[in-house]
């Protein structure tokens, strides 16, 4: 049974940091991109960050790069998402999710691309 468990969320003024973790467990880590997306209420579920299997390629949306930065740990199943600058527009509920790709795929922004999703984790910016 696949799982992915996100933590780290909480209510931070803006300007504030926070890192996300997500552990996976029920997979074989290293054969799967991973990715961050949020949702925030009444808005669509959107792409945040996504890193590749081996952890040498890294993609952001345009509205988190430079103050996002995802990273994984493979020995330990662990994505991360280090969060820097917060907005009060960054509040949301923040997913961690796993696509199966071959090694020389780029990581999916699409959300629909991915196989596996945590239950989500709040992050509330607070202005």
């Known amino acids: 049974q696949v799982q992915l468990v996100e933590s780290g969320g909480g209510l931070v003024q803006a300007g504030d940091s926070l890192r996300l973790s997500c552990v996976a467990s029920g997979l074989t880590f290293g054969y799967y991109a991973m990715g961050w997306f949020r949702q925030a209420p009444g808005k669509e579920r959107e792409f945040v960050a996504a890193i590749s299997r081996s952890g040498a390629s890294t993609y952001y949306a345009d509205s988190t790069k430079g103050r996002f930065t995802i990273s994984r740990d493979n020995a330990k199943r662990t994505v991360f998402l280090e969060m820097n600058s917060l907005k009060p527009e960054d509040t949301a509920v923040y997913y961690c999710?796993?696509?199966?790709?071959?090694?020389?795929?780029?990581?999916?922004?699409?959300?629909?691309?991915?196989?596996?999703w945590g239950q989500g984790t709040q992050v509330t910016v607070s202005s």
């Open positions: 999710a796993a696509d199966r790709v071959i090694l020389t795929v780029p990581p999916s922004t699409k959300h629909s691309d991915y196989d596996y």
